[in-house]
């Protein structure tokens, strides 16, 4: 298809909005693709929509090849949907509420769970209606608290979002079917979408288990820290990634003391670096000693056992993380590790408990029972280390294990050694033994969820099998964020003159730039050269506009066109034009009108 | 492409909702396309999702040929933008309205004039940059009042909109233009939807003239009444329908009395219908006075002339309008006819005016000079009349307008003949002599306007044009309903057993229904058919579920899948399969397995 500059809105500026600083958020504006209207909200002008009608065509395609049926759901949603799953509370202030004439309140659909769930109980009555796999790509509604960065952060946007119903999980038309399909789907959407991307290990929230994988555009201004291990490709965000054997050198525990144990006056100072610049210790050699707050009732450590199946009556208060201080706690880690819930304690009730909060250290466990105490193999072994006093504004040196905590540090039920921090660049792979992890930077744009039975569970949506018995229905859901790729595209694809597309989302294939807009004979070469490229599959921008050669080629470089042919005097007079690819730099060479069209398919792929 | 019945969701049932009356509600319901989740809110399932995305394609195409390019704009718009065009206040409760967590408010787009002139205004900067048409295909929010008729009137929807912007209207790139351009691009949509319409001149609401048109899908069902000339081809909405010539018989107000003027006491009747059968009149010899209040400044009338241009220094307060008692009254006539901006009059303000509001009878005027009376033809000729007595509870008969009236019925600044009303079957064409009216139902698919410069004036969008001097853009604007044009279709093409498809917007052409679902020749040869049919363009549902044939058989009339294939053992055995069009009532006939995809392209054209 060809259309022409000065038919469709393509306003080009040299300043970038005052508050835009990503590379995304700076091109799509100058390069005329969007537009801010509001706080997060933005105008997708018809370059954009042809990128985002692009990805979108790429993810119908994955999504119908995954087994997928599209449909399209409202965007508002009474508010009594969310009744039973309480996400009207849970979400807060990130839901859009509207209240109507007779006074009925609606949320704007952040996503899709509960009214997709409804209205599959209210259409199946047979275990033989499934399994069934539902998407569909909408524009969503979340009020976020801090916009930012473009369309990576914006409160209206385009997402894609699928769901899966099962009656069982494992084996044929069960949820691990259907989400390895989608897992292989997502693959085939980024690839084609010619991104650079990782697919990660990511937390799954409330379900637990390996069950979700996030999707990262590859990029060193993503705000996500992925890790890899180069060897065996295992790849993970820093939420979930794991970390391999760190034995403890000389036993855990087991060292000999660094010296007197001696306390210093640390009076006011904000943190453990600066803390550790005044007691002249670099932060690894600290302590830091985390205090969460145990809640609920206690999951099954991964050994099956709780504190109770082992035999101690008395129950968990306290959760303590022993780490290095310069690591980061990992919560969901220190959860899995501990076999509780747990919660940051509040620092009212911690003191209460006797918990010096910004002092504590591992020697406040001495005397009582209230505690679990979760060590990072890091931390275990010998040397010299820093730590708080459990007093306030004081640390100690020469803190030794052995001498400070005692007999308890051999009792699994009080102390364990666990992985309990985030990973860290050069951590041991979990996978291959002897690689050690990078970290790269990444744009989430994809993630997928084995959900389980919680929103049927939730809503009340059972089925009888073949049995006659009721069951939960089993859920997947997926989730990919349209408008989000094509920002996170540019993220990656971009150099200081402006965006460079990937051949299948660009808005048009090539841009042909005619030097003289007024010129028949330009003219007519542009129609001719535009008909063959047509013909050849390709969409194709004529820039029409009677602006000087200069501007043009500028303009060319902001929006991105994968090919650029250039129509001029001097290459037509030997019936030629000049072709340039965007991510080529230096000049373009001639080529003869007739052979541009394969030579641009030839580029495109 | 081919799907199959059991990958998709389509939830057929016996039983419409209890709120489903019209056509469209009842069978897209039971037909497993629409489910509503809130009140005129609605789920498309996979059905009607095709359907839908068929239409925007059709739509698309036909926008993209009449020159204008796509984007998409915000759903949610700050409610500053409707600050200069004061439409948050004008849509009043119709907007539906979302408080944000910093308390800042935003309107759910009922439509874009605003945010698309907000966008083009700060995008453009010369003349040069225009004429530009655009357009999107988007989710709409409207409070109705009274949401009904399922996809027909619902407060969620789906719409294409397009503006256009312009210096001038005649001539090359003027508004005329594209208005003509988007006109036969509207016309090519509702035919290629294979929909049986009519194009009708529409009321333009503040720019006057004949600058608007309605698309009308033709239903007995339909909510609106259009009028057609059949033997010009005129045709017009009620609102907007010209009457032509009604020479009065003997002259007007120029006959003798039918009798002494007698007031007969008429007590507490609710109206003319019930009056006129207490005193034995029928309501085409009744007079109907009713009261309008003249608002702001006079518009200049037909002839340029108004009140004051006459000599006539008192100012205009009221305008009457005297129609048949059978009749309606128009206003946008009325305005027209009087050149006055007129309200219906409040009853308060009347009453202290000395209109007896209910009883007021032309004979009102006499002895007052605040006042313009328009007189109908139909009710300015003699014979039996009768009329309000200007006086509670009172009527009269015999009136006669010369003995009533008097001399004021020569003078042109006071009483004047005039079409004030709507049009009905049989009235004279306007544009054949001799030819008559005729009416039928219609749904409102499709509207176009010429806007003028209403919104670029409120919101201050002008452009320097080549001599440098500021000029207000001029814009037009087209809309189609195209979730409505989805359930016009339904209203328009159904029988008792289901809905039936035109072939370009059914969401599968062909039906291929398995008698036998596990039956491994049956699946075979559903599978080869299928592939066959794809190969041939068309899109194919199989039927697999495991269900009686005579259950499957209802569900494809129910669904109005355009083509059905049926695979049963008898006609297989002989290589053959059942082809029958869902139009055609009857049997089917079995053609050869191979000839049935060339049958199929054949019959869908």
Not at 27 to 52: K, N
Not at 208 to 228: Q, R, W, Y
Not at 451 to 466: P, R
Not at 545 to 567: H, W
Request: glycine content about 10%; some cysteine; proline content about 5%.
């Amino acid at each position: 298809m060809v259309h022409r500059w000065r038919q469709t809105l393509i306003p080009t500026t040299r300043e970038a909005p005052a508050d835009a600083e990503s590379p995304s958020h700076v091109l799509l504006s100058r390069a005329g693709f969007i537009r801010r209207l509001g706080s997060g909200i933005y105008d997708y002008l018809p370059l954009a929509w042809r990128t985002l009608r692009k990805v979108s065509q790429i993810v119908r395609e994955e999504m119908d090849g995954a087994g997928a049926a599209e449909l399209m759901l409202p965007a508002m949603l009474p508010i009594e949907l969310y009744k039973d799953t309480k996400r009207d509370v849970d979400y807060g202030d990130l839901l859009f509420k509207v209240t109507d004439r007779k006074g009925a309140i609606s949320a704007l659909g952040p996503t899709h769970e509960e009214p997709i769930t409804e209205l599959v109980k209210g259409s199946i009555t047979s275990y033989k209606q499934l399994p069934l796999s539902l998407y569909q790509v909408q524009t969503k509604f979340r009020d976020e608290a801090r916009p930012r960065s473009g369309l990576l952060r914006c409160r209206e946007f385009i997402m894609k979002d699928a769901y899966s119903f099962h009656t069982h999980v494992e084996g044929a038309g069960g949820l691990n079917e259907a989400y390895d399909a989608m897992f292989r789907a997502y693959n085939n959407v980024f690839k084609r979408c010619g991104l650079d991307f990782t697919a990660v290990e990511a937390e799954s929230g409330p379900i637990g288990g390996s069950a979700s994988h996030e999707f990262m555009v590859n990029a060193p201004s993503g705000e996500d820290t992925i890790l890899k291990c180069p060897v065996s490709g295992y790849a993970a965000n820093v939420e979930k990634c794991e970390i391999g054997d760190r034995p403890v050198e000389g036993g855990a525990f087991n060292s000999v003391p660094s010296g007197e144990l001696t306390e210093v006056h640390t009076p006011g100072l904000p943190g453990i670096h600066e803390v550790g610049k005044f007691m002249k210790v670099k932060p690894e050699r600290m302590l830091k000693t985390i205090v969460f707050r145990a809640v609920g009732t206690p999951a099954l450590r991964d050994d099956g056992t709780s504190r109770s199946d082992a035999g101690t009556p008395e129950g968990i208060q306290w959760v303590l993380a022993v780490i290095r201080g310069d690591h980061e706690v990992n919560e969901g880690k220190v959860k899995s590790a501990s076999g509780w819930k747990v919660e940051l304690a509040p620092e009212k009730d911690a003191r209460a408990a006797g918990f010096v909060i910004g002092y504590v250290s591992p020697k406040v466990i001495v005397g009582r029972t209230d505690f679990l105490m979760l060590v990072d193999p890091d931390v275990a072994g010998g040397g010299f280390w820093a730590s708080g006093a459990d007093k306030a504004d004081h640390h100690v040196k020469h803190f030794n294990w052995k001498r400070e905590v005692g007999a308890v540090l051999g009792d699994q039920r009080y102390v364990k050694l666990a992985d309990i921090r985030n990973a860290a660049e050069g951590d041991p792979s979990p996978r291959t033994p002897g690689a050690r992890l990078v970290t790269g930077r990444g744009i989430e744009v994809g993630h997928i969820f084995k959900l389980g039975t919680k929103y049927s569970d939730a809503m009340g949506f059972t089925i009888l099998d073949e049995k006659q018995q009721k069951r939960g229905v089993i859920m997947g859901c997926y989730g990919i964020g349209v408008s989000r790729t094509m920002a996170a595209s540019v993220e990656q694809n971009h150099d200081e003159n402006g965006i460079i597309w990937p051949a299948a989302i660009a808005p048009y294939h090539v841009l042909i730039t005619m030097m003289k807009a007024e010129d028949a004979a330009h003219m007519q070469a542009a129609n001719t050269l535009a008909a063959g490229l047509a013909d050849a599959g390709l969409d194709v921008l004529i820039d029409d506009r009677d602006e000087r050669p200069g501007v043009k080629f500028k303009d060319a470089d902001l929006i991105g066109i994968p090919v650029r042919l250039t129509i001029g005097d001097k290459a037509l007079a030997e019936g030629g034009v000049e072709f340039k690819a965007r991510r080529d730099p230096g000049k373009g060479e001639v080529v003869k009108l007739a052979d541009a069209p394969a030579k641009c398919r030839a580029l495109l792929g």
